[in-house]
């Protein structure tokens, strides 16, 4: 995520210029002081699940949450990452929590990693790897990682608002 690096701080004020008023932004503006925050890895985390609202895209079935003690209901659940917090979670507990779990076809297909950026991206190997279609309501978010994040072209056209945000880094 070599990429993403350099460009983390103006990701997260063009998402909090253009996603302002919606509902998933407000959630992640709480975590506001993650915007000053030194950890890249937090930060990461941060665009991760901002650039979903930026896009406009439904990511409460990607990005899921459970309690340790309580276990997760994973029907109908083809492709998430599943965060498992201990009982006093805060918003901020998120971006450290006691494991990620990366879940594909109602099963946990590993589980370990504490680090969100490194879990998509461990996520997005096996969806490239196993030639799996990226999650219906995610579809551009997972499309702008393969392009400006891996640098994967697949030599299809951007759709506009991918081109927008493309001509907003160059």
Known sequence: MARSSSSIQYIL?????????????????????????????????????????YLREDSSKFFRTCNSADGPDL????????TVVTDDTTDASLFSPESICIV??????VSGPTNLAD???????????????YPKNLELPFTFIQKFVVCL?????????????????N
């Open 119 to 133: 879990s998509f991206l461990l996520l997005f190997g096996y969806i490239y790897a196993l030639d799996l279609q």
């Open 75 to 82: 029907t109908d659940t083809p492709v998430a990452l599943l």
């Open 13 to 53: 004020s063009l998402l909090e210029f253009e996603t302002g008023g919606s509902r998933q932004w407000q959630e992640a503006k709480s975590l506001k002081q993650l915007k000053e925050e030194r950890d890249v890895n937090m930060r990461r985390a941060l665009v991760l699940r901002a650039l979903p609202v």
């Open 104 to 109: 594909v076809e109602d099963e946990i297909l």
């Open 153 to 169: 072209e697949d030599n299809k056209p951007l759709k506009g608002c991918l081109l927008t945000l493309k001509n907003l880094f």
